[in-house]
């Protein structure tokens, strides 16, 4: 089969390196792919969110599969756009994937469809909002309604925070149109999880549990990224807390978005904190989480591909889904600076050594005309380890990435050894 996954940081190069492994792909593509894709798959070099192009190139090129992976095309409805042009499609359409898109829609379907999640008021108005988290304890959530990068949530530890954020959304414009409509939750207490599961429309499958770790600095200090690394499974996530959450939280969510006429097709990522009252929903995603994927697909000891194709098909029930009896760790090496500003295009040497002990996932990397891999994001690579245990997995994580180097390289030292809340 001729296939293209859609998007270029680490998550891509996971998904283009496990369908890599699947007899049934002969042609492999990635739009835009990195540095590191490229020596898997053929780059194409179109952005992830050009729906038109995407759609036209694929068409041109006759593919038979194409994995949209990222939020934002996700949300314009590529796979829609795809499906409709004859071309089979992995994702959530448009109707589905406005359970990450809007999260005033995750939580009034939390609400109907009594999921677990922190009671919260929408708005729009900033007088409204203001009176409201007036009346609140502290901290507080307040959280952009539309999809912003990642940036979208504050918690305000006080109040004159609180009203800044408030005052920043809905007058500042400071998410745009994602910020015109907030969310104010209350604050959980916990530890988080997060588990992917693959999704039919009515078959859900848990993957590996994970944990990611958001904030730049170790401590879970500091700013808000996309994510500093992540590990799996997730300590403290039992079977029993496992049952629970299928029971509670999966299996509902399935069912309540079907029962809606959205059914959700793709991977459900099911952002979870276990609080003293229970496991609860802190957010839905409508992917694959990044850097999860590349710590969870590390585990799959099944043909990705297969497992793709069921999803869309409605057929996933039919699926033997098989992961290592092992434990995993990514650790993210980003660009000093991230998430604010950083420098780009930085010669990274290592590579080949540190690929003997782990698979290096590239995220901000390019490849030059030359064939050197330079820095070309604020997270550049995923170095993600396997092992027996998850104290190995992240020791083996640490060696491998000792030998990487660039210029303003930067990681935590905690990543698997802190659980951050
Ligand atoms: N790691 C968080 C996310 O992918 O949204």
Same mark, same amino acid.
């Given at each position: 089969m001729k296939v293209l996954v859609v998007g270029g940081g680490g998550r891509e190069h996971a998904l283009v390196w496990a369908l890599s492994k699947s007899p049934k792909?002969?042609?492999l593509y990635c739009a835009p792919g990195n540095g590191?894709?490229?020596?898997?798959? =053929?780059c194409v070099d179109l952005k992830a969110t050009d729906v038109d192009g995407i759609v036209a190139w694929a068409s041109a090129n006759a593919m038979d599969f194409v994995v949209v992976a990222p939020d934002d095309p996700l949300a314009l409805g590529m796979v829609d756009a795809l499906e409709a042009?004859?071309?089979?499609? !992995?994702?959530p359409?448009?109707?589905?994937?406005?359970?990450?898109?809007?999260?005033? !829609?995750s939580k009034q379907?939390?609400?109907?469809?009594?999921?677990?999640?922190?009671?919260?008021?929408? !708005? =729009?108005?900033r007088d409204a909002a203001l009176d409201y988290v007036r009346s609140q304890p502290l901290p507080i959530v307040i959280k952009a309604d539309g999809l912003a990068l990642g940036k979208g949530v504050i918690i305000a530890d006080t109040l004159a925070e609180a009203v800044e954020a408030v005052e920043d959304m809905l007058d500042g414009g400071k998410f745009g149109d994602a910020g015109r409509k907030i969310v104010i939750e209350a604050y959980m207490t916990g530890p988080e999880v997060t588990v992917l599961a693959f999704c039919d429309g009515t078959h859900l499958v848990p993957m590996p549990s994970s944990r990611d770790h958001k904030r730049?600095?170790?401590?879970?200090?500091?700013?808000?990224t996309g994510g500093m690394g992540a590990i799996s499974p997730a300590p403290g996530y039992t079977g029993q807390m496992a049952g629970r959450c299928m029971r509670e939280i999966f299996l509902p969510t399935v069912a309540a978005m079907a029962a809606e006429g959205r059914p959700f097709q793709g991977v459900l990522y099911f952002g979870l904190m276990l609080t003293p009252e229970g496991p609860k929903v802190v957010e839905y995603n409508a992917r694959f989480g990044d850097p999860e994927c590349q710590a969870v697909l590390s585990l799959l000891d099944s043909d990705l591909l297969e497992i793709l194709l069921a999803c869309r098909s409605g057929t996933l029930d039919q699926v033997d889904i098989r992961w290592k009896d092992a434990a995993s760790c990514c650790l993210v090496l980003a660009s000093g600076?991230?998430?604010?500003a950083y420098g780009k295009g930085y010669p990274i040497s290592g590579l080949e050594e540190a690929g003997r002990t782990a698979t290096v996932f590239h995220a901000g990397t390019v490849q030059t005309p030359e064939g050197e891999v330079v820095t070309s994001g604020g997270r550049v690579l995923g170095v993600t380890a396997v092992a027996g245990t998850l104290e190995e997995a992240i020791d083996r994580a640490y060696q491998s990435a000792a030998g990487i180097s660039f210029t303003n390289r930067y990681c935590r030292d905690d990543i698997g050894r802190t659980s951050p809340n």
């Open positions: 792909v002969n042609e590191g894709i490229a020596q898997l798959a =053929t042009a004859g071309i089979p499609a !992995f994702g359409r448009r109707n589905a994937a406005v359970i990450e898109a809007s999260k005033s !829609f379907l939390m609400a109907q469809y009594h999921i677990p999640t922190a009671a919260c008021q929408v !708005f =729009t108005e730049a600095l170790n401590g879970d200090q500091g700013p808000n600076g991230y998430p604010g």
